[in-house]
């Protein structure tokens, strides 16, 4: 038996599920950069779970997993010692993607003053990312429909985009903030990755998601993953749904959110938030962005850039003489109506897939989730 | 590879004109002949305008599309880059890239009456379509422009407001809140020359831009008159960054003024229009 997971698996109705031993999961790393890839995957810096290069599962999150509250996350060890017994960390797979900072052009000035102007031209390496949630894969997706699919495409983000590999691990372990069921976007990831993975405790049940996810798996040559591991694999996820405990209302909060925006619950909420912007920046859709400029001091040369922005702040609304959102009342109430209301009308879905990041990584412990069942509760 | 969007060409700065204390007009013409044959836009779109080694605004087109020569772009000074663009001279060079967005309806308003309304400073959009119209007078009919300023020394192209006034079917009606000597027309609120206007609502179509409050007042008072939300159109202004429907800056609700925008037809935007802080 030579591929039970190659190409042709993508072709049949029957989804085909392999057995990787735990020990033969360093052959991934082997198949991927074989095919040009540089690996990215979860490791533990500065007390949490990021995603950055590796080249071992001896990097991985071993043994280690997560306790996270409103404002608060916090690792913590984890008996049996598997590698992805945590749920999503600060950082999502947008940096990968959608730059912090990057350069979108430069000009030359000449000593006659003529401009030329140049693309930022990147060539981006080939990046596979071994970890990924569903929740952020359907981040994935929204970010792609944002910079993609508009009548202008985002090159520098197609470009990542293309070289971009996903082999995702389905979540059995979510944390407190996590409401992924009930935005419909996990904890098993349905699309958008080219492998996924379920982890038991001796190793992986492994799907493949695209032709050249099955490619790879094709070449490890794995065994069929038996009708007990399957099982298990499933129970796994599903036990790991049922742990959730947060959720919002409903899936389309458009219309109560727009039909109450003088709920006295924008001013509540107004009065803790400190308008920091952690939120957006955690959040795996937002895709605010300004841009500056770096002129070189000798005058014949400047760089235009562009890095990550946020509705919290005070130059985002800014025309001249006037600050729309000047209120932090104002401010939030612009983050809910877009992220659960308008993106119905850009995007056709909420823009919340559920990973919580913005209830932990607030400082003052902020819950979406509860802000929006105040505002869905309390009619006017 | 295809172009990048944020992607400026250079543009030489053929004329300039100082209209007022603080507003000027350049007239833009794309150095590479290529892209200067194949630049098309419609009246009420913008370009967004960059200064070297400062950043980018964006201006609306105000020369009319069928001009072969350069792109006319009337410009207030208020800030960091327009300050910095108000010393270029003629000859110099900037960068553009565009144009943007959705324009004024002009196919539409063909064969109807027009009102043309604006407020405060914000004139350069409108004044396009003013243009634009005038010069095919006959595919228009009635056509009645409004102008409101601040103080009587803001109005800038007052010759061009008194010739428009002897053209057949046109009525032009002025006003400043504060008027200086030598005001022939109304003193006070834009809004009060409405009542001035002769308006037939089942055939009229309004374009209008200027301070929101302004519009504001001004379509309820067209309501009042008869005419139908549908037939207002506005031109709206919020924080640009990338003109592509991408930095989110400009979000009005669902709406993207960039791309979407900057002219909306009331109904799209009534939802919001008045609500502070979107
Ligand atoms: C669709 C559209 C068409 C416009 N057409 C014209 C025109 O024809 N003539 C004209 O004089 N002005 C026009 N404006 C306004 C013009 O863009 C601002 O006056 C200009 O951006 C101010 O920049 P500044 O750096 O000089 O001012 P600052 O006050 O220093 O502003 C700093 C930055 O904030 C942003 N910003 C400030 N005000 C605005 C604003 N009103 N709109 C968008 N971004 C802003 C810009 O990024 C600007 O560089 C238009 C604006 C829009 C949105
Ligand atoms: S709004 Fe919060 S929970 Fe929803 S996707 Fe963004 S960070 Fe995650
Ligand atoms: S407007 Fe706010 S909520 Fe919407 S994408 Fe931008 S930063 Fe995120
Ligand atoms: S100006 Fe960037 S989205 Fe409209």
């Known amino acids: 038996m030579d591929t039970i997971l190659g190409p042709e698996c993508m072709n049949s109705n029957e989804k085909i599920q392999g057995w990787m031993p735990r020990e033969r999961f360093d052959e991934l790393f082997g198949a991927l950069s074989a095919l040009g890839y540089t690996c990215y995957g979860p490791q533990v810096r500065d007390h949490a779970i990021v995603y950055a290069r590796i080249t071992s599962s001896g990097e991985l999150p071993r043994g280690v997993t997560d306790a996270q509250q409103p404002g608060s996350y916090r690792l913590t060890h984890s008996e049996g010692g598997r590698w992805f017994d945590w749920a999503n960390g600060p950082q999502a797979l947008k940096p990968l993607l959608f730059a912090p900072r990057e350069s979108l052009w430069r000009v030359a000035r000449d000593a006659q003053g003529r401009l030329s102007f140049t693309p930022a031209a990147e060539r981006p390496a080939k990046i596979a990312l071994i970890g990924a949630r569903a929740c952020d894969l359907a981040a994935l997706r929204l970010q792609d429909q944002h910079f993609l699919e508009g009548a202008y495409v985002d090159e520098a983000y197609a470009a990542r985009r293309r070289n971009l590999l996903v082999v995702a691990v389905n979540c059995t372990r979510p944390a407190s903030t996590c409401f992924c069921v009930s935005t419909g976007d996990g904890p098993r990831a349905a699309s958008g990755f080219d492998i996924a993975l379920t982890e038991l405790d001796d190793g992986f049940v492994a799907e493949a998601g695209s032709p050249v996810g099955g490619e790879i798996l094709g070449t490890l040559v794995f065994d069929a993953a038996s009708r007990v591991q399957v099982k298990d694999a499933d129970e796994a996820i599903a036990q790991g749904a049922q742990q959730q405990v947060r959720s919002l209302p409903s899936r389309n909060l458009r219309d109560v959110l727009f039909d109450n925006l003088d709920h006295p619950r924008w001013d509540d909420v107004a009065a803790r938030c400190l308008s920091c912007g952690n939120c957006t920046s955690v959040c795996p859709t937002c895709f605010c962005h300004r841009e500056t400029e770096e002129p070189q001091l000798d005058g014949t040369a400047s760089g235009h850039l562009r890095e990550w922005d946020s509705c919290f702040t005070q130059g985002h609304s800014y025309i001249h003489g006037l600050t729309v959102r000047a209120a932090t009342r104002e401010r939030y109430r612009q983050w809910l109506t877009h992220k659960l209301g308008s993106w119905h009308d850009q995007y056709g879905r909420s823009g919340c897939v559920g990973c919580g990041r913005c209830i932990a990584w607030c400082p003052v412990g902020i819950d979406i989730a509860e802000e929006a069942t105040a505002l869905h509760g309390g009619g006017k | ?278």
């Not at chain 2, 604006?118 to 004044?127: E, R």
């Not at chain 2, 103080?151 to 006003?175: C, N």
């Not at chain 2, 504060?178 to 834009?190: D, L, T, Y």
Request: charged share 20%.
């Open chain 2, 1 to 278: 590879m295809t172009a990048s969007p944020y992607l400026p060409l250079e543009a030489r700065i053929a004329d300039r004109h100082q209209e007022s204390d603080t507003v000027f007009t350049l007239d833009l013409e794309l150095t590479d002949a290529i892209a200067r044959a194949a630049y098309r836009f419609e009246p009420g779109q913008f370009n967004m305008v960059y200064l070297y080694g400062v950043g980018e605004v964006a201006i609306s087109i105000v020369s009319d599309p069928d001009d072969e020569h350069a792109l006319g772009h009337t410009i207030r000074r208020v800030g960091r880059v327009t300050n910095g663009i108000a010393k270029l001279r003629k000859g110099d060079c900037l960068g553009i890239r565009g144009p943007y967005g959705r324009g004024w309806p002009v196919e539409e308003a063909q064969g109807r009456d027009v009102v043309l309304i604006t407020g405060g400073l914000g004139c350069a959009p409108v004044v396009g379509v003013i243009n634009y119209i005038v010069r095919r007078r006959d595919l228009f009919g009635h056509v009645t422009i409004i102008q409101g300023v601040k103080h009587s020394a803001d109005l800038i192209w007052r010759g061009r407001y008194e010739q428009w006034a002897t053209l057949p079917d046109t009525q032009v009606l002025l006003a400043a809140d504060v008027a200086g000597p030598g005001w022939p027309w109304h003193q006070g609120r834009v809004t009060a020359l409405l009542d001035q206007a002769t308006l037939n609502p089942a055939n009229t179509i309004v374009m209008m831009c200027g301070p929101e409050i302004m519009m504001r007042l001004t379509i309820d008072i067209l309501l009042q008159r008869g005419i139908r939300e549908q037939d207002i159109w506005l031109s709206m202004e919020r924080n640009m960054q990338c003109a592509v429907g991408h930095c989110g800056h400009c979000q009005y609700g669902p709406q993207f003024v960039c791309k979407d925008g900057p002219v909306f037809c009331y109904p799209e935007v009534k939802a919001l229009f008045g609500v502070s802080g979107f």
